[in-house]
């Protein structure tokens, strides 16, 4: 458990919020666009997803997130920004049926985000260095609690959505672009930038993940030398580019098994795999269990492994 952070009143109205929005464990997309509450009233399994590009503010409980062997701990007194598509494991720590775990995630949206690093002149003193990971916690001010409370009040007006909406995001994203996640958003949105570079490379590998590549072709398309490739794209996922390709294998390997009603055999060979013995080892080793096993285990209790 996490130590109990200095209240602030903001934390008390956001999770009254949430928790009439959401009468059921799960994630619930809201009428807001990009918008998502999270309700789990119990501790959940880790889950294995591909986490978007995103904001996710905790009101109230915890939650550990996994990078590769780097582990992520927040609660009520942090917020989380996601700044690449990344293969992460999240995991609810602390949650009971009284007390349960409640956060709202917001999707980015890049071109908007774009628009406004554009406008906005940079904070003086604002760090240039910081976390260069493409996940990364800050601090949650009363002042970032108040633009997210504006948001999500709109949610009992639903005719004032459209107009209003984009004003109260465009507050919150403000919110980001000067807040000490300030130095990681302005990367993420600078066209000749590290993190850009290595996020072009990701979408070549999402794109052509059931394929062999070299780490040459890949550097290619991000215009960057190998060596660099593999520093910087270490830097920024923690794994290298054959670890994030194995890791969207077997994730999307996984989703066949349970939504498609294919054998591990044939999913395996859909996502690139050769061999089913490795496949099944390396599916044990990420999801600890065999995949049918694995996938028996899901449908058995799909809201313990619910994406968080």
């Known amino acids: 458990m996490l130590p109990a952070p ?22 619930l997309q809201t009428s807001i666009p990009r918008l998502s509450l999270i309700r789990f009233s119990r501790q959940t399994e880790p889950c294995q997803t591909l986490q978007h ?15 590769a062997d780097e582990i992520y701990v927040y609660g009520p007194a942090k917020h989380l920004v996601v700044s690449v598509d990344l293969p992460v494991t999240g995991q609810i720590i602390e949650a009971t049926p009284e007390k349960p775990y409640l956060c709202m995630r917001l999707d980015l949206d890049l071109p908007a985000l774009g628009e406004m690093f554009m406008e906005i002149t940079p904070a003086t003193g604002e760090p240039a260095g910081g976390c260069s990971k493409g996940v990364c916690l800050a601090d949650t001010s009363p002042q970032f609690l108040d633009s997210a ?22 507050e919150l994203m403000y919110r980001l672009l000067r807040g000490p996640q300030a130095h990681k958003v302005r990367r993420m949105l600078m066209p000749d930038s590290r993190l850009q570079q290595v996020t072009r490379a990701i979408t070549w590998i999402r794109q052509n993940y059931a394929a062999p590549f070299s780490i040459e072709q890949v550097a290619a398309e991000a215009r960057m030398s190998p060596s660099s490739l593999h520093q910087h794209f270490r830097d920024v996922t923690a794994m290298s580019p054959l670890q994030y390709q194995k890791q969207l294998r077997l994730q999307e390997a996984r989703r066949l098994i349970l939504t498609s009603a294919v054998d591990a055999a044939t999913a395996a060979q859909r996502v690139g795999y050769d061999s089913p013995s490795q496949f099944s080892r390396e599916y044990r080793r990420l999801f600890g269990a065999p995949p049918i096993q694995d996938v028996a285990r899901l449908r058995q209790e799909p809201e313990r492994f619910a994406e968080t």
């Open 6 to 27: 200095t209240h602030m009143p903001q934390l008390d109205e956001l999770s009254a919020i949430i928790a009439q929005n959401t009468s059921d464990d799960g994630v």
């Open 53 to 67: 590009p995103a904001l996710c503010i905790v009101v109230q409980g915890s939650k550990q997130v996994m990078l």
């Open 149 to 170: 409370l504006r948001l999500l009040r709109l949610l009992a007006s639903p005719e004032d959505i459209t107009y209003l909406a984009p004003l109260a995001e465009r």
